[in-house]
């Protein structure tokens, strides 16, 4: 399977065998859209803007090859074990190992340790392919993405040569630990606590509802070293089998079952000092600068799976029938299959409008990531249980995976802040204006 190539000129020979085509220039050298409809970005490349039920409109020939790659990997080594990895509870390490053999564990990662270098854009493109496959699985891999870039984008020079080239590979798997027993949506009022003996730091507290806790390497802790309030919060890497770090049981979950969830526990964890991710005091900031890509990689997922039942429900009414004639013949789905649609374009519209935002740097990035993740999660998740519904009674069924992407994307209407939390920051970002 081909593979994607990194940005630089400089790739390898097995790397430039990988691609199915001839490997394109640098960013600088990104080929100009012909389309009439387009937008000019804040580096001056051409983008189109137009997005359509077609996942590849708007797309330059290059990210057509990033979806390619993503969409062929998910529909070969992720759908046909989605079940199975959600019935039997299995973390596929492997096939994770397997995605970022193609570029898939750091995206948007600095080049110069391993990452891919791509943007949030093409990121969002790629976690909406694999989100076919599974959303599960997806899900975990965005997760790790963040807390890759969350080291190369704050870590030292030291931090950033160590860990990046490991997690870009996924020889190590990375956690984010932010949510706690007591402080989910107000993360400012968290409880876990690091004060300072000689060359480490002791860590107390736990962190709740941990993605890969338990089987993976590496935890990003926001942890209190300060005084109250944001500001007294810092990130420390903590890794597995530190003296003082332990987890709780595995949870049973609605969905997300491809990847272990657990607490994690510091009980006078030792720390080493150079263990701190940026500054120390820098942590929420950094937590919230991770959340803001974090709300566009969830929605991509949303729009992964919405997009796949969509397709499923329109395959299931042309075959099924009653009443002598097949479902799609029928005004009733013919006119829920649009709003359905309708619903699944405004959705990829506002999560590709905000990744751009994220990518520019535009003033209203908080507030567009925020409206994306609010609409698409919410809009998205109609979609599939609406095409649950045209599936009838089938749709009920294990045997069919629309109810599984119902349950693997609920969740996404609560992780990354609340959908309520999403909404208390677009009324913030207008009325303190």
Same mark, same amino acid.
């Given at each position: 399977?081909?593979?994607?190539?990194?940005?630089?000129?400089?790739?390898?020979?097995?790397?430039?065998?990988?691609?199915?085509?001839?490997?394109?220039?640098?960013?600088?050298?990104?080929?100009?859209?012909?389309?009439?409809?387009?937008?000019?970005?804040?580096?001056?490349?051409?983008?189109?803007?137009?997005?359509?039920?077609?996942?590849?409109?708007?797309?330059?020939?290059?990210?057509?090859?990033?979806?390619?790659?993503?969409?062929?990997?998910?529909?070969?080594?992720?759908?046909?074990?989605?079940?199975?990895?959600?019935?039997?509870?299995?973390?596929?390490?492997?096939?994770?190992?397997?995605?970022?053999?193609?570029?898939?564990?750091?995206?948007?990662?600095?080049?110069?340790?391993?990452?891919?270098?791509?943007?949030?854009?093409?990121?969002?493109?790629?976690?909406?392919?694999?989100?076919?496959?599974?959303?599960?699985?997806?899900?975990?891999?965005?997760?790790?993405?963040?807390?890759?870039?969350?080291?190369?984008?704050?870590?030292?020079?030291?931090?950033?040569?160590?860990?990046?080239?490991?997690?870009?590979?996924?020889?190590?798997?990375?956690?984010?630990?932010?949510?706690?027993?007591?402080?989910?949506?107000?993360a400012a009022s968290l409880g876990t606590v690091a004060r300072k003996e000689g060359g480490k730091w002791i860590v107390n507290g736990s962190k709740a509802f941990i993605s890969g806790g338990g089987d993976t390497d590496v935890y990003l802790v926001m942890a209190r070293t300060g005084g109250a309030g944001p500001k007294g919060i810092s990130c420390l890497l903590l890794e597995k089998g530190m003296k003082g770090l332990s987890f709780g049981k595995k949870e049973k979950k609605m969905?997300?079952?491809?990847?272990?969830?657990?607490?994690?526990?510091?009980?006078?964890?030792?720390?080493?000092?150079?263990?701190?991710?940026?500054?120390?005091?820098?942590?929420?900031?950094?937590? $919230?600068?991770?959340?803001?890509?974090?709300?566009?990689?969830?929605?991509?997922?949303?729009?992964?799976?919405?997009?796949?039942?969509?397709?499923?429900?329109?395959?299931?009414?042309?075959?099924?029938?009653?009443?002598?004639?097949?479902?799609?013949?029928?005004?009733?789905?013919?006119?829920?299959?649009?709003? $359905?649609?309708?619903?699944?374009?405004?959705?990829?519209?506002?999560?590709?409008?905000?990744?751009?935002?994220?990518?520019?740097?535009?003033?209203?990035?908080?507030?567009?990531?925020? $409206?994306?993740?609010?609409?698409?999660?919410?809009?998205?998740?109609?979609?599939?249980?609406?095409?649950?519904?045209?599936?009838?009674?089938?749709?009920?069924?294990?045997?069919?995976?629309?109810?599984?992407?119902?349950?693997?994307?609920?969740?996404?209407?609560?992780?990354?802040?609340?959908?309520?939390? $999403?909404?208390?920051?677009?009324?913030?970002?207008?009325?303190?204006?």
């Amino acid at each position: 399977m081909a593979a994607i190539m990194r940005r630089p000129l400089s790739l390898t020979q097995s790397l430039y065998r990988c691609l199915a085509s001839t490997p394109k220039p640098v960013l600088s050298h990104r080929p100009q859209s012909t389309l009439a409809d387009t937008d000019t970005d804040t580096a001056g490349f051409t983008v189109p803007v137009v997005t359509s039920l077609d996942i590849s409109a708007g797309l330059t020939e290059e990210q057509k090859e990033y979806q390619s790659l993503a969409k062929d990997f998910a529909m070969k080594e992720l759908f046909p074990n989605m079940s199975t990895w959600d019935q039997e509870e299995i973390f596929p390490v492997d096939v994770l190992r397997n995605a970022a053999a193609l570029g898939f564990g750091a995206l948007y990662t600095r080049m110069d340790y391993g990452g891919t270098g791509l943007t949030r854009l093409d990121a969002s493109i790629i976690f909406e392919a694999l989100s076919h496959g599974c959303v599960s699985t997806t899900a975990y891999l965005t997760i790790h993405n963040m807390v890759c870039w969350m080291i190369d984008r704050f870590g030292t020079e030291q931090q950033r040569e160590h860990w990046v080239p490991l997690m870009a590979n996924m020889d190590k798997l990375g956690s984010y630990c932010l949510t706690e027993p007591g402080a989910g949506s107000d993360a400012a009022s968290l409880g876990t606590v690091a004060r300072k003996e000689g060359g480490k730091w002791i860590v107390n507290g736990s962190k709740a509802f941990i993605s890969g806790g338990g089987d993976t390497d590496v935890y990003l802790v926001m942890a209190r070293t300060g005084g109250a309030g944001p500001k007294g919060i810092s990130c420390l890497l903590l890794e597995k089998g530190m003296k003082g770090l332990s987890f709780g049981k595995k949870e049973k979950k609605m969905g997300w079952n491809s990847q272990p969830t657990r607490a994690v526990i510091m009980e006078d964890c030792e720390v080493p000092v150079e263990n701190v991710i940026g500054v120390e005091g820098q942590g929420f900031n950094i937590a $919230m600068a991770g959340l803001n890509g974090g709300r566009i990689n969830i929605a991509s997922t949303s729009l992964g799976a919405a997009q796949h039942s969509l397709e499923l429900a329109a395959d299931h009414l042309k075959v099924r029938k009653q009443f002598g004639r097949p479902l799609s013949e029928t005004q009733h789905n013919q006119f829920k299959l649009a709003k $359905m649609a309708t619903k699944l374009v405004a959705s990829r519209s506002m999560v590709r409008n905000a990744a751009r935002a994220l990518d520019s740097g535009h003033p209203d990035t908080v507030q567009l990531c925020s $409206m994306a993740k609010l609409f698409a999660t919410d809009n998205c998740f109609e979609v599939v249980n609406d095409s649950l519904q045209m599936h009838g009674g089938y749709g009920y069924l294990k045997d069919y995976p629309v109810e599984q992407f119902l349950r693997d994307i609920r969740v996404n209407q609560i992780l990354e802040g609340t959908n309520q939390v $999403m909404q208390m920051l677009i009324a913030r970002s207008i009325l303190n204006k």
